[in-house]
């Protein structure tokens, strides 16, 4: 029985720990390109977002989360050298919708030889949505959608589930082992061994 409970408890911690892991490897730095969030293709074109906002943390960059209202600089990587050579233009709109927001900046198309289109606003909390546009053929529409200074209650909670099942299984396990005959006999033998 003991056994079965040590092997238990390995197990449990094994889970606990990989939920760990799961949620720090998700972390936008540790990603390959391709699973990387900021990134966004149709078909063999890519691009990649990175925001910055120097006043809150001068190495940081984020993509879609923004952690303060405030300036903020948005740079558009066009990851695809392809794209390098047809015109691009960028808008940014306050809203999740193109048709029901207010435009805040709006870029238009040119060329970036360079592959670096960089604009620098003040974003207030709630909701954006970056458009990039590609005058390709066919043309190319690329989304972000932002949040400024704005709980993801979806990764809290991914963030928070390993752990609590892992202290939940735990509990759970600790409770049988306490309640299970043999263990109440082997404390008992424990205690009647020191006597």
């Known amino acids: ?4 409970i040590t092997h238990a408890g390995i197990s449990v911690f094994i889970l606990v720990m990989m939920a760990f892991y799961a949620s720090t490897v998700g972390a936008h730095g540790k990603v390959t390109m391709e699973e990387d969030t900021c990134m966004r293709r149709i078909g063999e074109n890519m691009i990649h977002l990175s925001t910055y906002q120097p006043q809150v943390d001068e ?3 984020y993509c879609t989360d923004i952690p303060k209202a405030g300036n903020a600089i948005l740079v558009i990587d066009l990851v695809d050298p392809s794209l390098r050579d047809m015109p691009i233009g960028m808008k940014v709109i306050k809203g999740s919708k193109v048709d029901e927001g207010e435009t805040v900046t709006n870029i238009r198309p040119a060329l970036y030889h360079d592959g670096v289109i960089s604009t620098q606003g003040v974003l207030d909390q709630g909701k954006y949505l970056v458009l990039v546009t590609a005058e390709g053929v066919p043309p190319l529409n690329y989304e972000y959608h932002l949040r400024v200074e704005m709980v993801n209650y979806a990764a809290v909670f991914r963030a928070w589930i390993g752990p609590v099942v892992g202290l939940l299984l735990t509990a759970i396990l600790g409770y ?3 309640r299970s005959r043999r263990f109440r006999d082997w404390i008992a033998s424990r205690g009647s061994e020191k006597k």
């Open 1 to 4: 029985m003991v056994r079965q």
């Open 59 to 61: 190495e940081g960059h």
């Open 176 to 178: 049988k082992l306490i």
